[in-house]
């Protein structure tokens, strides 16, 4: 900050003596006091090499990409009577689950887990839920990759919402846990923890 005032009043003060002298005074002066031309440059170019760190640096969203499944719908009725039927809930937990189905904009064709539309669906195993959150993440991640044409090992800050293994990343790849609740952000709204991130690494993705 100390070289961008000092830059500034010293080109502040030369044009303001070039201002008040006639263009043969400038021209030989410049000519003869080629020091004072330097001096002028240099802080010309000082001020416009500040000025360009100063300016935030854009950060750009390239692409993204939603997982939808082919034909794994159903009615909200009908995913509420297969939560219910499971009797694992209390009064006050179907009550609260009803609420958030009902606040979250659950429609009548609401994607459901492959578990739902099975014959015997109650009694859930954790392999369905693996299955369930591996589809969602990894059909995602593979379909953004596809589009974008960027490798894996290409990238070097990454921002999640859980933590996989599966793509082979850098072992020095920065990464930032994100806590979201029922649902994440929409993507264009960039938190300012990413956006700081990259910035500060202009050439990285």
Same mark, same amino acid.
């Given at each position: 900050?100390k070289l961008f005032h000092l830059s500034l009043a010293t080109l502040l003060t030369l044009i303001l003596t070039l201002l008040?002298?006639?263009?043969?005074?400038?021209?030989?002066?410049?000519?003869?006091?080629?020091?004072?031309?330097?001096?002028?440059?240099?802080?010309?170019?000082?001020?416009?090499?500040?000025?360009?760190?100063? !300016?935030?640096?854009?950060?750009?969203?390239?692409?993204?990409?939603?997982? =939808?499944?082919?034909?794994?719908?159903?009615? /909200?009725?009908?995913?509420?009577?297969?939560?219910?039927?499971?009797?694992?809930?209390?009064?006050?937990?179907? /009550?609260?689950?009803?609420?958030?189905?009902?606040?979250?904009?659950?429609?009548?064709?609401?994607?459901?887990?492959?578990?739902?539309?099975?014959?015997?669906?109650?009694?859930?195993?954790?392999?369905?839920?693996?299955?369930?959150?591996?589809?969602?993440?990894? /059909?995602?991640?593979?379909?953004?990759?596809?589009?974008?044409?960027?490798?894996?090992?290409?990238?070097?800050?990454?921002?999640?919402? !859980?933590?996989?293994?599966?793509? =082979?990343?850098?072992?020095?790849? =920065?990464?930032? =846990?994100?806590?979201?609740?029922?649902?994440?952000?929409?993507?264009?709204?960039?938190?300012?923890?990413?956006? !700081?991130?990259?910035?500060?690494?202009?050439?990285?993705?």
């Open positions: 900050m008040t002298t006639t263009p043969t005074t400038i021209t030989t002066t410049t000519t003869n006091h080629p020091l004072l031309l330097a001096s002028l440059s240099f802080s010309a170019l000082a001020l416009l090499l500040l000025y360009r760190r100063s !300016c935030p640096r854009l950060v750009l969203l390239v692409d993204y990409t939603c997982y =939808k499944p082919d034909f794994d719908r159903c009615s /909200s009725e009908a995913y509420k009577y297969f939560i219910f039927d499971s009797r694992r809930f209390s009064r006050e937990s179907e /009550s609260f689950i009803s609420d958030i189905l009902a606040k979250s904009g659950v429609g009548d064709e609401v994607y459901a887990p492959p578990l739902v539309f099975q014959t015997d669906n109650t009694d859930a195993k954790l392999r369905s839920a693996v299955q369930e959150a591996e589809e969602g993440m990894f /059909s995602a991640v593979d379909s953004l990759l596809d589009k974008t044409h960027i490798h894996p090992s290409m990238i070097d800050i990454l921002i999640v919402a !859980c933590s996989v293994n599966k793509y =082979k990343l850098n072992p020095d790849i =920065k990464t930032y =846990k994100e806590e979201w609740g029922a649902a994440p952000p929409p993507s264009p709204l960039i938190s300012r923890q990413r956006s !700081c991130a990259l910035r500060g690494s202009p050439h990285m993705h």
